[in-house]
């Protein structure tokens, strides 16, 4: 079946470096990408967004570059911050519905 | 705040209770929908409303109803609870007619339920 998946299930970086957290997606008809932050008891917040016309996209501190290629999503966070810790999962949206991964978890050492 | 409101935040269930979670949003979305997350399983889709008056089945719906009471309100109710039901259950609320801002979902902040 149609599955989003991660490469990574947990990724430790240095407070102050960046990150990088990789998706692969299966579903070529999916035009719309979304990263999801989810901290420890809460529900997910989304992050950035990307639509399939574009292959790079800027926000806040973090990048979503998209490579329909090879099918490979990635968030970028620059100078990662002890508040970045949490579980980031990738989505598509081939139509209606939205398909997410099982999540990567992102820990910050101080 | 605006958001998508869900109770309760903690449930615990004897096996063959019933039970219906509340969720409602106050951001005038379009689409709400009920998830449930597991561990190593990834965010499931149970039901969705596409919009007010609609609802329609999704990943993993056996054991669940859904009513959309009005454009703000959907509620998930679970009519005999079962262990395998045990999880974590999110709602979340969307604007897909909205633009491409507004395309993300906008979830609650999860009702934690056990079934024994």
């Known amino acids: 079946g149609e599955s989003v998946g991660l490469h990574l299930p947990t990724l430790s970086v240095q407070e102050g470096d960046n990150s990088i957290i990789n998706c692969a997606y299966s579903n070529s008809a999916s035009d719309y990408f979304i990263w999801y932050k989810q901290e420890s008891g809460k529900g997910p917040q989304f992050i950035i967004d990307i639509r399939s016309n574009m292959d790079k996209r800027q926000g806040q501190r973090v990048t979503v570059l998209l490579n329909k290629t090879v099918k490979h999503l990635s968030l970028q966070i620059a100078a990662t911050q002890p508040g970045d810790s949490a579980v980031y999962f990738c989505a598509e949206t081939p139509g209606f519905k939205t398909i997410f991964g099982a999540g990567t978890r992102l820990f910050v050492k101080a | 705040n605006a958001g998508v409101t869900q109770t309760p935040k903690f449930q615990v269930l004897k096996t063959g209770q019933s039970m219906t979670l509340q969720c409602a949003q106050d951001m005038n979305h379009n689409s709400m929908y009920w998830y449930r997350q597991d561990p190593g399983m990834g965010l499931r889709l149970i039901y969705y409303?596409?919009?007010?008056?609609?609802?329609d089945k999704g990943e993993v719906p056996n054991g669940y109803n859904v009513s959309r009471l009005n454009k703000r309100e959907f509620s998930l109710r679970l009519e005999s609870a079962a262990p395998s039901q045990t999880s974590v259950y999110f709602c979340?609320?969307?604007?897909?007619?909205?633009?491409?801002?507004?395309?993300?979902?906008?979830f609650g902040s999860g009702t934690r339920l056990t079934v024994v």
């Open positions: 979340a609320s969307s604007d897909p007619g909205g633009g491409f801002a507004n395309y993300g979902y906008t």
């Open positions: 409303s596409a919009s007010e008056g609609t609802t």
